[in-house]
């Protein structure tokens, strides 16, 4: 039993003896490998990548379903913009109908209208042109006087 324990007395006896050198050694090497051989080695990984994704071969085949993709995006767009197209066209029409007043066509002259030699008719345009009660028309606009 006590050969078991005697290698492991040494190791502990080195670690004693050595602790500092060691802990020290643990820390240049954690410092060279994040700072130096870190980048070193991302960009060796990068170059990999880039060599690997274009690669000729793998290019080619995804050039094709690329544009095959494409070509169905193309034609998914393009009928997308007819349908809308159509469906702007159809709500113009339907906005037109429900736009359009359709009065009664009767016969018969209308007031101030051709051939009427009486114009006392009503005119909308002007107030004075019918009986209008309380109504006692525009008054003149004095300039010089003071309000």
């Not at 170059?47 to 995804?62: F, Q």
């Not at 767009?77 to 037109?96: G, L, P, S, V, Y």
């Amino acid at each position: 039993m006590l050969d078991l324990l005697t290698p492991l007395g040494d190791a502990l006896a080195f670690l004693h003896s050595n602790a500092w050198s060691i802990v020290i050694c643990v820390f240049v090497f954690f410092v060279l490998k994040t700072h130096v051989f870190g980048q070193y080695l991302e960009d060796r990984k990068h170059a990999a990548s880039l060599r690997e994704a274009n690669d000729p071969k793998r290019v080619s085949l995804l050039s094709a379903d690329m544009k095959r993709v494409r070509a169905a995006q193309q034609e998914e767009t393009q009928r997308k913009a007819a349908d809308a197209k159509e469906a702007a066209h159809n709500k113009r029409i339907e906005e037109m109908k429900r736009k359009k007043v359709d009065a009664p066509k009767k016969p018969g002259t209308k007031l101030g209208g051709e051939g009427s030699s009486n114009r006392t008719g009503y005119n909308a345009m002007n107030p004075s042109s019918g009986y209008v009660r309380g109504y006692t028309g525009p008054t003149r606009r004095n300039p010089s006087r003071s309000s």
